[in-house]
């Protein structure tokens, strides 16, 4: 099991290093590398995905992913930004279906900007498709008014674009998925208004004919927004495009309290995949120790069950991190009265103490 470890910047080394301290309690055999991406590895080759980043995520089983990205890179030419590290990792590794599961854990309810009776138990899953959409389609750019450079544009466009075969395999992920779960899908556009989206509903609902099993409904995303905020429990599974995936991903993420739980991951169609938690690189508080580790963990959980094929694994972490806050532990994000406020440390190791006594249990 080769895993390729790329913490990246911010808060990225941090919670991966926590990560890492629990795949290495589990007495399972990994080959671990680690490399730089996004603005690390900018600093110190000059592109945010060096080949031999790209060829080390390449050879690997899968990615344990951190974060990308600071302010200060805000005026660098596009490529060379940090954010084109994990959209060149998607591109090149083909990693076309990400999972987004917003899980609100019994303990945090009241972590959430919501009333606690909106979201006790809530347990969604976003399927976002992640190699296409306006985030790849061509052309792109900006078309200046006169001296042909930039800043005198007058002009800037991004094409919305998909393929049926993009379509069709993000659909069969999302009903194949659905159908492991509770039997409901709702795929997200903008066919009142996108060609591209009236295309994507059509590809969908004739998808939908392999799957009679699976309850399919079309939501507005506009709509999608207001109901995940008014009844998000009566969502199960959404599928959906990039960009929209990208805006509800995050909104359906603070439903449970605090981005800094959950995790993501994004696989090709080799079960090949890239795993990262939800947030961002939180440059505010990188380097103070207080970063929530739990979605990285998480994240590694995932890892374990989709790309490693170890799911008892998976389980003993994912037990753990309950365990840790059925303890009452919490970073500050979560944190709250009558709650220990934990660094990142401390909860990495409180997991892996958890996990430990579960091995002794069993
Ligand atoms: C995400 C992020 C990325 C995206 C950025 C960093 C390119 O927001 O993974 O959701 O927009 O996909
Ligand atoms: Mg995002």
Redesign the pocket.
């Known amino acids: 099991m080769k895993i390729a470890i790329l913490p990246g910047d911010g808060i990225g080394t941090e919670i991966v290093a926590e990560a890492v301290k629990v795949l290495n309690v589990l007495d399972l055999k990994f080959e671990m590398e680690t490399a730089l991406v996004g603005g690390a590895a900018y600093e110190a080759h000059g592109h945010p995905l060096p080949e031999s980043t790209l060829k080390l995520a390449k050879e690997a089983d899968a990615v344990l992913f951190g974060a ?2 600071d302010w200060k890179y805000d005026t660098l030419d596009r490529p060379l930004r ?2 084109q590290a ?2 060149g990792l ?1 591109r090149h590794l083909g990693l076309f279906a ?1 999972f987004r599961p917003a899980i609100c854990y019994e303990q945090l309810t009241h972590a959430s900007s919501l009333k606690p009776e909106l979201v006790a138990g809530l347990d969604i899953l976003i399927i ?1 498709e ?1 190699t296409g959409d306006v ?1 790849f389609g061509q052309p792109r750019g900006r078309r200046t008014a006169v001296d042909g450079h930039f800043p005198g544009a007058e002009e800037a466009f991004d094409t919305m674009r998909y393929s049926r075969p993009e379509v069709e395999r993000i659909a069969h992920v999302a009903f194949q998925t659905a159908r492991k779960r509770n039997k409901r899908l709702t795929s997200v556009d903008k066919s009142n208004v996108l060609e591209t989206f009236q295309f994507w509903k059509d590809i969908v609902t004739e998808v939908g004919k392999h799957y009679p099993d699976v309850a399919l409904d079309h939501m507005y995303v506009d709509n999608a927004a207001m109901q995940l905020v008014k009844a998000p429990k009566k969502f199960d599974v959404i599928v959906t495009g ?1 960009l929209f995936g ?1 805006i509800l ?2 909104e359906a993420a603070m439903l449970t309290g605090s981005i800094g739980m959950l995790p ?1 991951a994004s696989l090709n169609a080799g079960n090949q995949g890239l795993y ?1 938690p ?1 947030h ?1 690189s939180a440059p505010d508080i990188a380097g103070k120790g207080i970063a929530n580790p739990l979605a990285t963990i998480l994240s590694a959980a995932m890892m374990l069950r989709y790309s490693l094929n170890q799911a008892q694994a998976a389980d003993r972490i994912e037990s753990a991190v309950k365990a840790v806050l059925a303890q009452g532990l919490r970073t500050v994000d979560i944190h709250c009265d009558g709650n220990t406020k934990v660094g990142t440390r401390q909860m990495g190791d409180a997991v892996v103490t958890a996990i430990t006594k579960t091995t002794i249990k069993s």
Do not use: F
């Open positions: 990308v990205g940090p954010e994990i959209l998607r990400n976002r992640l985030y990039n990208d991903s995050d993501s990262e939800s961002g």
